[in-house]
Nanobody, 120 residues
Framework: QVQLVESGGGLVQAGGSLRLSCAAS????????MGWYRQAPGKQRELVAT???????NYLDSVKDRFTISRDNAKNTVYLQMNSLKPEDTAVYYC??????????????WGQGTQVTVSS
């Protein structure tokens, strides 16, 4: 099995920064894409950013030039640096990984979520 544990959420004023981390644990043979999603109250979960094992990235238009996704393949960890935060960035942020564990099938795994609140 693969477990994802997020950290780094919190309360910040508009214009501030936060860095989210997500570490994958378990006996993992490989992880292809990793990413961050978010879900605000009353809204659907949306993709924020993804990164492949080769380092190719993709971003939600509204976070481009403000958020940066990165990963450390040796540590099976993905990061999301969030700058110039806006109140509309307030949401629960979820980590996602497409992983192949030693036991079981390749699949999508999710973290438990971390709250990010941006005050105006």
């Amino acid at each position: 099995q693969v477990q994802l544990v997020e950290s780094g959420g919190g309360l910040v004023q508009a214009g501030g920064s936060l860095r989210l981390s997500c570490a994958a644990s378990g006996i993992i043979l490989s992880i292809s894409a990793m990413g961050w999603y978010r879900q605000a109250p009353g809204k659907q979960r949306e993709l924020v950013a993804t990164i492949t094992s080769a380092g190719n990235t993709n971003y939600l238009d509204s976070v481009k030039d403000r958020f940066t996704i990165s990963r450390d393949n040796a540590k099976n960890t993905v990061y999301l640096q969030m700058n110039s935060l806006k109140p509309e960035d307030t949401a629960v942020y979820y980590c996602n990984a497409d992983a192949l564990p030693l036991v079981g099938r390749r699949g999508e795994y999710w973290g438990q979520g971390t709250q990010v609140t941006v005050s105006s």
